[in-house]
């Protein structure tokens, strides 16, 4: 199975404050439960003692045959031997790190406009995220999509399609019926009071038909 096929599933977001023993054993956790595909996600100066936590990081998730992203650096992506870089609105462009690093799965944050899906996956980009789904204590700026606009969405026939923000136990079988290869979560998972339930309880209710 080529890397690129395995964007299916749980997407589990690692927090932005982390203890580097619990987040190294909840990866674990998650791993041992089902979830393959990880996101680093890290917005303060990246030292070199965190980029060889990172590196260790990728290295436990590919030996289970997982799959790690970077959020926003491309460069470290590859330096560490991740699989992707997700790219937001005020990183390079799609096509710009599709040129320089050709072997990374690139995903993009596309909010709620399918004409940015439309674009970033014409210029290269093998996944799109749409979001926020609901309010998120993540990320406190993100804007839920309107009902309307998740409609058309949800009907937005395009592979290996990612949703997220705000997503929890509470909500997470209306998200799960709707048309989403992966279901991106991150407090629900990282922040749980029993991260081996949560990660379970996502993996066993994610709609996989």
Same mark, same amino acid.
């Given at each position: =199975? &080529?890397?690129?096929?395995?964007l299916? #599933?749980?997407?589990?977001? *690692?927090?932005p !404050?982390?203890?580097?023993t619990?987040?190294?054993?909840d990866? $674990?956790i998650? @791993?041992?439960?089902?979830?393959k595909?990880?996101q680093?996600?890290?917005k303060?100066?990246?030292?070199?003692?965190?980029?060889?936590?990172? %590196? +260790?990081l990728?290295?436990?998730?590919k030996?289970?045959?997982?799959?790690?992203?970077?959020?926003d650096?491309?460069? @470290?992506?590859?330096?560490i031997?991740? &699989? #992707?870089?997700h790219? #937001?609105?005020?990183? @390079?462009?799609v096509?710009?790190? !599709?040129?320089?690093?050709?072997? @990374?799965?690139?995903?993009?944050?596309?909010?709620?406009?399918?004409?940015?899906?439309?674009?970033?996956?014409?210029?290269?980009?093998?996944? +799109? %995220?749409f #979001?926020?789904?609901?309010n %998120?204590?993540?990320?406190?700026?993100a804007?839920?999509i309107?009902?309307s &606009?998740l409609?058309?969405? /949800?009907?937005?026939? +395009?592979?290996?399609?990612?949703?997220?923000?705000?997503?929890s136990?509470? $909500?997470?079988?209306? +998200?799960?019926?709707? $048309?989403? &290869? =992966?279901?991106?979560l991150? /407090?629900?998972i990282?922040?749980s009071?029993? *991260?081996?339930k949560?990660? %379970?309880?996502?993996?066993n209710?994610? $709609?996989?038909?």
């Amino acid at each position: =199975m &080529d890397i690129k096929d395995k964007l299916k #599933g749980i997407y589990a977001i *690692t927090p932005p !404050k982390f203890d580097e023993t619990k987040l190294l054993n909840d990866i $674990n956790i998650c @791993l041992s439960c089902g979830v393959k595909i990880f996101q680093i996600r890290y917005k303060e100066e990246i030292t070199i003692e965190l980029k060889d936590f990172f %590196s +260790v990081l990728v290295k436990r998730i590919k030996k289970k045959e997982g799959i790690t992203i970077i959020n926003d650096f491309p460069q @470290l992506a590859h330096d560490i031997g991740a &699989d #992707g870089v997700h790219l #937001g609105k005020a990183d @390079l462009s799609v096509d710009a790190v !599709k040129n320089k690093y050709k072997n @990374l799965i690139i995903g993009k944050t596309c909010k709620s406009s399918i004409e940015e899906a439309k674009k970033a996956i014409d210029d290269g980009a093998n996944y +799109v %995220s749409f #979001g926020a789904f609901s309010n %998120s204590s993540t990320k406190k700026e993100a804007i839920p999509i309107e009902k309307s &606009d998740l409609d058309l969405i /949800n009907k937005f026939n +395009v592979p290996n399609k990612a949703i997220i923000g705000g997503i929890s136990k509470e $909500n997470f079988h209306k +998200v799960a019926e709707l $048309n989403f &290869d =992966m279901i991106a979560l991150s /407090n629900a998972i990282f922040n749980s009071q029993d *991260t081996a339930k949560s990660a %379970s309880f996502f993996v066993n209710n994610f $709609n996989f038909e």
